[in-house]
């Protein structure tokens, strides 16, 4: 590296953990603009500012995989609550997503508004992405498409199938917003309206997600007595619409589910050693809340 190389951050001394899983190395990492420009022995390097990590990681900005700053982004775009703790990527959509919009699932958004007050100036998921970042945010986003979200656009809040000219619409809507660039499917399949759709339902949305390169994402149906089953029909979804499936915040709730969990893990190995894609991610942490409708009959 010549002497006269000048970047415009300069972090040395650092240990570099680079995504990949590898051992963290002692690097030094230069940035130039708004992009790495070098890593390595960049001890006569110079920069306008140089930041001593000695003692310290250095990591690619970190996922929030499932983000819910869906509305305070539009309040506050810097989103300093997470890119101070290194959070660059908001993934959003797990369940319901903020769009597809049309006059009925408007309406509801607005009713749903809390101490954030906003108007609704997009139709599609990708144009509320577009929004954000005309508005200005800090960090990178991207979405999921809820399948909630789907079945209210069409179909409504009541328990009832879609037609097949229903049916076809949903297939549609996911279809336009996947060439947009969303990244699958999402469901939480333990909320009102979610779980008035049958499996057959979201194997369908899911068909369509799939031959994007999509994932489908799933809240379960069920994360204490009918966990297993619950998950039964995740890898079914996944097996007959040939995507890649994910649990969200695997848990085993109430003590009395607690000795399902190796079961569980060992239904997803054997969907694996399958062919089945299909993967899990938890929460570090022994609680969890959510809303009072989730308790009460369907």
Known sequence: MAKSTEFDVLIENGRVYDGSGAEPKHVD?????????????????RARTVIDANG?????????????????????????????????????????????????????????????????KWNTLAEYLRYLETRG???NVA???????????VVGFE??????????????????????????????LIYPPAFYAKTEELIELCKVAAKYQGKY??????????????????????????????VYHIKAAGHQNWDKIDNLLSRIEAAQ?????ITADMYTYTAARTEIDTYLPT
């Not at 992009?35 to 390097?45: C, N, Q, S, T, Y």
């Not at 979405?143 to 656009?153: D, K, L, M, Q």
């Not at 379960?220 to 619409?241: K, W």
Request: negative net charge; charged residues 30%.
């Open 56 to 120: 310290l990681a250095v990591a690619p900005g970190f996922i929030n995989m499932l983000s819910w700053s869906t509305v305070s982004l539009i309040q506050d775009g810097r989103s300093q609550s997470e890119i101070r703790q290194g959070v660059t990527t908001e993934i959003m959509g797990e369940g319901e997503s903020m769009g597809p919009v049309n006059d009925r699932v408007r309406e509801h958004m607005l009713q749903q508004q809390g101490d954030i007050k906003y108007e609704i």
């Open 143 to 153: 979405s999921f498409i809820g399948a909630t979200t789907i079945r209210e656009y």
């Open 29 to 45: 990492v230069a940035i130039r603009g708004d992009r790495i420009a070098g890593i390595g022995d960049l001890k006569e390097a």
């Open 159 to 188: 328990d009832k199938a879609p037609t097949p000219e229903q049916l076809d619409q949903m297939r549609e809507l996911v279809r336009k917003e996947m060439e947009a660039g969303a990244l699958g499917i999402g469901t939480s």
């Open 273 to 277: 050693k399958e062919g089945l894609k």
């Open 217 to 246: 994402i799933s809240h379960m149906r069920s994360e204490g007595n009918r966990l297993l089953e619950a998950l039964d029909e995740l890898i079914r979804i996944s097996r007959e619409a040939g995507i890649p499936a994910e």
């Open 137 to 139: 945010v800090s960090c």
